[in-house]
């Protein structure tokens, strides 16, 4: 099975900050790369699929990036309402997610 | 729009089987372009891709837990179901009722989630 790690696993930053979000998969998975937003009590959302390809309405501030077996998402300017938990999911083989990512307000 | 909302029991026995249904309104479990699934999210292990289905019948499973896992779907009614059998308490999780879409893999069964439910918390106990 292909290990997902993203790291860090929390962190707390300000609106308008930059932040950057990493995703390590335990061998190559070319781009098959995705990130979701969570939020407490609501769905999770699609952000990026294929590593780098902003799902539709999706605001341009996210930057999916990577390939192999690295991968980073960044926002650009974190807004109040990006405050939530981030996941990376490999579709190489077994679908298969990061343990998440909580960003927070300091 | 499409919505997923899922429904069932809230706990289940150890050993029992857990069963769950989805109801898909704003769209149709028979479109050829989509795949429909179930998702899980336990304290212990994070989120875990379950199975998924076609609308022709072909299922994919989670090797880890395709021993005890059934998708189906109902046309009829628009919706999808889950069974899990022989629960443990490692069963107990949220979960979650999910569309899928290809977006070029080299795998069967849908790549990525791109509608998710609001999910429902099942608790494994006695």
């Known amino acids: 099975d292909i290990q997902m790690t993203q790291s860090p696993s929390s962190l707390s930053a300000s609106v308008g900050d930059r932040v950057t979000i990493t995703c390590r998969a335990s061998q190559s998975i070319n781009s098959y790369l995705n990130w979701y937003q969570h939020k407490p009590g609501k769905a999770p959302k699609l952000l990026v699929y294929?590593?780098?390809n902003l799902e539709t309405g999706v605001p341009s501030r996210f930057i999916g990036s990577g390939s192999g077996t690295d991968f980073t998402l960044t926002i650009s300017s974190l807004q109040p309402e990006d405050f939530a938990t981030y996941y990376c999911?490999?579709?190489?083989?077994?679908?298969?997610f990061g343990g998440g990512t909580k960003v927070e307000i300091k | 729009q499409l919505q997923l909302q899922e429904s069932g029991p809230g706990l289940v026995k150890p050993s029992e089987t857990l069963s769950l249904i989805c109801s898909v309104s704003?769209?149709?479990?028979?479109?050829?372009?989509?795949?429909w699934g179930w998702v899980r999210q336990s304290p212990g292990k994070g989120l875990e891709w379950i199975g998924s289905?076609?609308?022709?019948?072909?299922?994919y499973y989670n090797p880890s837990l395709k021993s005890r896992v059934t998708i189906s779907g109902d046309a009829s009614k628009n919706q999808l179901s889950l069974r899990l059998n022989s629960v443990t308490a490692a069963d107990t999780a949220v979960y979650y009722c999910?569309?899928?879409?290809?977006?070029?893999?080299?795998?069967?069964?849908?790549?990525?989630?791109?509608?998710w439910g609001l999910g429902t918390l099942v608790t494994v106990s006695s």
């Open positions: 704003g769209g149709s479990i028979s479109s050829s372009s989509y795949y």
């Open positions: 289905m076609y609308y022709s019948g072909s299922t």
């Open positions: 294929l590593a780098s």
């Open positions: 999910v569309r899928l879409v290809e977006i070029g893999g080299l795998r069967l069964g849908g790549d990525a989630f791109d509608i």
């Open positions: 999911q490999q579709s190489y083989n077994t679908l298969a």
